[in-house]
């Protein structure tokens, strides 16, 4: 399929899609114009599955792996049960000051806690019982970021990852290091017995698994 085509089909998918919150919308385009990667903040479509699965899922523990500006948190935050919580990890501060300023004071927020650390590190130290979580971190940890979360997440858990075709560099031999980790992170969830496994081609892959 032609780029052009699929741009037009992802923009026909955006406009009959009901729309972010305005917060949300502030919060991308403060990304796109003061981030120097604007591309690693999860789109509307990708934002909006996210909430959707969210508000299915009704978590009362979310893990958000990868942060960034705070905006697929936010995002999760909106499908929580009562009194629930979303714990985002985010290895730098350097995007702290564009999210302090669109998301303090946004009460959906207020559920959201923030942690600035390595997510093997921070994973390691947070053993919750987690019901839905969103990896998005840097490729070549995802397999050691599934071997920590697999004893860490309840039946019926729902497991959502991104860039799992990793731009279809997992199609083409050889591998890059990110390429492979990305792999073994496909093949991992395939061969285990813990996971029902889909890939989906969304953006640049997501794969969603259920925990048995």
């Given at each position: 399929?032609?780029?052009?085509?699929?741009?037009?089909?992802?923009?026909?998918?955006?406009?009959?899609s009901?729309?972010?919150?305005?917060?949300?919308?502030?919060?991308?385009r403060?990304?796109?114009?003061?981030?120097?990667?604007?591309?690693?903040?999860?789109g509307?479509l990708?934002?909006?599955?996210?909430s959707?699965?969210?508000?299915l899922?009704?978590?009362?523990?979310?893990?958000?792996?990868?942060?960034?500006?705070?905006?697929?948190?936010?995002?999760?935050?909106?499908?929580?049960?009562?009194?629930?919580?979303?714990?985002?990890i985010?290895?730098?501060?350097?995007?702290?000051?564009?999210?302090?300023?669109?998301?303090?004071?946004?009460p959906?927020?207020?559920?959201?806690?923030?942690?600035?650390a390595?997510?093997?590190?921070?994973?390691?130290?947070?053993?919750?019982?987690?019901?839905?979580?969103?990896?998005?971190?840097?490729?070549s940890?995802?397999?050691?970021?599934?071997?920590l979360?697999?004893p860490?997440?309840?039946?019926?858990a729902?497991?959502?990852?991104?860039?799992?075709?990793?731009?279809?560099?997992?199609?083409?031999?050889?591998?890059?290091?990110?390429?492979?980790?990305?792999?073994?992170?496909?093949?991992?969830?395939?061969?285990?017995?813990?996971?029902?496994?889909?890939?989906?081609?969304?953006?640049?892959?997501?794969?969603?698994?259920?925990?048995?």
């Open positions: 399929m032609e780029s052009s085509t699929l741009r037009s089909m992802y923009a026909y998918c955006e406009q009959w009901h729309p972010e919150s305005e917060i949300l919308h502030q919060l991308e403060d990304t796109f114009l003061n981030t120097p990667t604007p591309q690693m903040l999860s509307k990708q934002g909006r599955m996210l959707f699965l969210s508000q899922k009704r978590p009362h523990l979310a893990l958000d792996i990868g942060g960034f500006t705070g905006y697929s948190a936010r995002c999760i935050a909106e499908g929580l049960s009562a009194g629930g919580t979303v714990h985002s985010e290895i730098t501060d350097d995007y702290e000051h564009i999210r302090r300023r669109n998301l303090d004071g946004d959906i927020a207020e559920n959201i806690v923030w942690h600035h390595d997510a093997i590190e921070c994973i390691s130290k947070l053993d919750h019982p987690w019901d839905f979580v969103f990896v998005d971190a840097a490729k940890q995802y397999p050691a970021i599934l071997k979360l697999e860490r997440m309840k039946a019926g729902l497991l959502v990852a991104d860039n799992v075709l990793w731009y279809g560099k997992v199609l083409s031999e050889p591998m890059d290091a990110e390429t492979k980790a990305v792999h073994l992170f496909n093949q991992q969830l395939h061969d285990s017995p813990a996971w029902q496994t889909i890939v989906l081609p969304v953006r640049d892959g997501w794969s969603l698994s259920v925990r048995r």
